[in-house]
């Protein structure tokens, strides 16, 4: 294929590699002959997250963190197909530290703004299903990683800190109640008048390890994210608008 029918849009470029938004021909470059990528079925639009591109001293944990994606975005397609593509990103390939996976199409949340009481439900229905797989998100605190899609259903991105669990075990459980009280933070941000007694007791009711960072870790991270990295709490928040 001709490298002048190439299409790409960087969405992000830190130091942990780049970000792109790969249009059809792109992605028929990136995973192989033009011929290959309509007999894998593979989807007009992509997003490639390159690690191969980031600084030598945090290559070794870009690559991680996308390896730990790409094995939650297998599970997910594996144990939730009629999901993948959808609700979450579908994995297409892991190889050389560059991670190709499905673009989903939507706003995100703290773009959209999502009111309605029918999309917190649905989204922590969709959370539950996850779970349920054994399969936690665990950064659900960033509204860039939860979308809503044109149809005002939610998708759910970024899982570079998912975890696939092999037992349902007490620190599995804990880290989907995280989950879900992250969820209800912003629910209680966009749809605060929908929030149950149950719901209200969760969120007045932290983990100790989520009080544990929030006293210790979380300074630490803030100073090496906002102060070192220039990163936010929303970072990335402008290459998941529509991914």
């Not at 849009?9 to 990136?30: I, N, P, R």
């Not at 199409?105 to 539950?128: R, V």
């Not at 994210?225 to 990335?236: A, V």
Request: glycine share 6%; charged share 25%; with cysteine.
């Amino acid at each position: 294929m001709a490298h002048d029918c190439l299409q790409k849009t960087l969405l992000k470029s830190d130091l942990f590699g780049t970000v792109e938004h790969l249009h059809s021909t792109e992605a028929a470059a990136q995973a192989g002959s033009a011929e290959e990528v309509v007999a894998a079925g593979q989807p007009q639009e992509m997003v490639c997250r390159d690690t191969t591109k980031a600084r030598w001293w945090v290559r070794p944990l870009a690559i991680y963190l996308a390896s730990r994606e790409a094995r939650a975005l297998i599970a997910l397609n594996e144990r939730l197909p009629h999901l993948a593509g959808r609700r979450f990103p579908r994995m297409i390939q892991w190889q050389g530290g560059i991670l190709l996976r499905t673009w989903v199409e939507g706003q995100a949340m703290q773009h959209a703004k999502p009111t309605s009481t029918l999309y917190h439900q649905q989204l922590l229905q969709l959370t539950a299903q996850v779970h349920f797989q054994g399969i936690t998100h665990n950064d659900l605190a960033k509204e860039p990683n939860v979308l809503v899609l044109p149809d005002g259903t939610p998708a759910l991105l970024d899982l570079q800190l998912g975890r696939v669990a092999r037992k349902r075990t007490a620190w599995f459980r804990l880290l989907a109640r995280e989950d879900l009280r992250h969820l209800l933070k912003h629910k209680r941000t966009y749809c605060a008048h929908a929030l149950t007694e149950r719901e209200l007791r969760i969120l007045a009711t932290p983990s100790w390890p989520a009080r544990l960072w929030r006293n210790t870790g979380k300074r630490v991270y803030l100073f090496i994210t906002r102060r070192i990295l220039r990163w936010s709490d929303r970072e990335g928040a402008g290459d998941r608008g529509g991914r």
